[in-house]
């Protein structure tokens, strides 16, 4: 059964020559959105600072936050792209990522090869690729070109191609930073329509975006993010205002989790906080 659990996990980056004066770090905190710390000799940025939930077939959850508050490191959390440091994330069932649409093609290889490379990264058989190709092929429209580089292909071909290869094959989770907009305006009622149906097939939906009404529209759930924490949390009919749910109980769908004292481990649902990392601020 798909399942995505995150219980506590904390993502950070390290950076390495930078000055620990405060005007530094304050300049670095309003670039990034994390909170800005040491780890022995090194600075870091926690992009992601005890966040938990747990989702279920059925759910589609809504990231909502400015610019630096972590949805899109939560989103590359989930795809398996940044391994947190510490708590723990459970991911069960295949990932459809579109978080980047073009991410992982190779230029010099032709359309064909780079569908046949996704479908072998997806762990299907030749046959399952050819029958990949056949459908991409059909949808973008892009005929001998799909024999072609990549790399001669204009931004718009490029796209098409990365949005029929990533909603060529049902997944149990999706993953999407904004809603996509692809092509002219007669290809983009396509993919609309092919996104729409790609994404009721899927059991689960993740959604990053600025547009309030949006995440209203599409998504049961949401998590309001700042500066890689859970600022709220509530449960929402799709197209209706949402309804507020009890916060403060960690571990719970589409809920906050609840602040501990720092180095405190071993309780249900936790995991250790390192207590050796000053956080400025």
Known sequence: MASVDADRIVVEFPLYNVAHRSFKQQLLQSATGGR???????TVVRALDQVSFRLKPGDRLGLWGHNGSGKTTLLRAIAGVYRPVTGRLD??????????????MD????????????????????????????DVAEFTELGDFL?????????????????????AID???????????????????????????????????VLASHSEQLLKDMCTRMIHLEHGRIQAAWEQTPAQAPV??????????????????????????QAPVPSSVGWAG
């Open 36 to 42: 800005i710390g040491q780890r022995g000799e090194i």
């Open 91 to 104: 991911v069960t069932g295949r990932i459809a990522s579109l978080i980047d649409l073009n991410l992982g």
């Open 244 to 269: 507020a749910t009890e916060p403060g109980r960690a571990g719970e769908i589409g809920q906050a989790p609840v602040a501990t004292e720092p180095g405190r481990a071993g309780e249900p649902g």
């Open 147 to 167: 024999s072609m580089p990549v790399r001669t292909y204009s931004t718009g071909m490029h796209m098409r191609l990365g949005f029929a290869i990533s909603t």
């Open 171 to 205: 997944a149990d989770i999706v993953l999407m930073d904004e809603w996509l907009s692809v092509g002219d305006a007669d290809f983009q009622k396509r993919a609309q329509d092919r996104l729409t149906h790609f994404l009721a097939r899927s059991k689960i939906l």
């Open 107 to 134: 230029g010099e290889a032709s359309g064909i090869e780079n569908i046949r490379l996704r479908g072998v990264l997806l762990g299907l058989s030749r046959r399952e690729s050819d029958r990949l190709i056949d």
